[in-house]
């Protein structure tokens, strides 16, 4: 079955550094989200894109986030001035163009942040 | 808006017993509805999803789900648990919109005993 990928598996930064979450989609995929799980709790969206646009985001999705789709196959997050509320597990999901597909999932990256 | 609920934030059921994990949706649209696995350190596996089709549905590894809109539920069950079906169960809600995000549950630990 088709992957999605993400690197690096385990992020560690320092407080207020920004850091860039990397993903590459399945290739003929053309919806791309970000959603973050902080340990112990649920699964959160936080930003959906289409057509190299976001399409809806949610309140965690503040000024010190962005997404990216720099080339024809990565998907970043980017978090410009990290705090320790940020600390997460954060995954990447793509589908396709169908309204009843499901999302397919990347195993994570862990943002620690100290 | 829609949401998720699911009752149990922790179910321990005996190996060979039956495994019941509920999940109640609220959607202001006909809703498509998913489970996800995550195993430990792993990412998101879809076990099944509805779409309007059989209200019955059926997944990987034995588990299967039933759709009933008079109730607003959509329960994962499978008739004999094994040890390997220790995890984290979420159930997710979908519209039908274009640019549609997924909303998660806040997830059931299912644990199997010996």
């Known amino acids: 079955e088709p992957e999605v990928t993400q690197t690096p598996s385990h992020q560690v930064t320092q407080m207020g550094q920004e850091v860039i979450l990397r993903c590459v989609p399945i290739?003929?995929?053309?919806?791309f989200y970000w959603y973050r799980q902080i340990l112990g709790q649920k699964v959160e969206f936080l930003v959906s894109f289409y057509n190299n646009e976001i399409s809806e985001k949610s309140e965690i999705f503040d000024d010190q986030f962005s997404v990216e789709r720099p080339d024809g196959s990565n998907f970043t997050l980017k978090i410009r001035s990290t705090k320790l509320e940020d600390s997460a597990m954060y995954f990447c999901?793509?589908?396709?163009?169908?309204?009843?597909?499901?999302?397919?999932f990347g195993s994570g990256t862990q943002l620690s942040v100290l | 808006a829609q949401s998720v609920t699911q009752l149990g934030s922790h179910v321990s059921v005996s190996e060979g017993a039956l495994v019941l994990l509920r999940c109640n949706y609220s959607?202001?649209?006909?809703?498509?509805l998913f489970w996800y696995v995550q195993y430990p350190n792993q990412g998101l596996q879809l076990l099944l999803k509805?779409?309007?089709?059989?209200?019955l549905v059926k997944g990987i590894n034995g588990f299967e789900a039933e759709f009933k809109k008079s109730e607003t539920s959509f329960h994962l069950t499978k008739p004999s648990a094994h040890m390997s079906d220790a995890a984290e169960y979420f159930c997710a809600v979908s519209d039908q919109g274009h640019g549609q995000n997924f909303v998660f549950g806040p997830g059931t630990r299912l644990s199997v005993l010996p």
């Open positions: 509805y779409t309007s089709a059989a209200t």
């Open positions: 959607s202001s649209v006909p809703p498509y």
């Open positions: 999901a793509s589908r396709g163009t169908g309204v009843s597909e499901k999302l397919f």
């Open positions: 290739s003929n995929h053309l919806y």
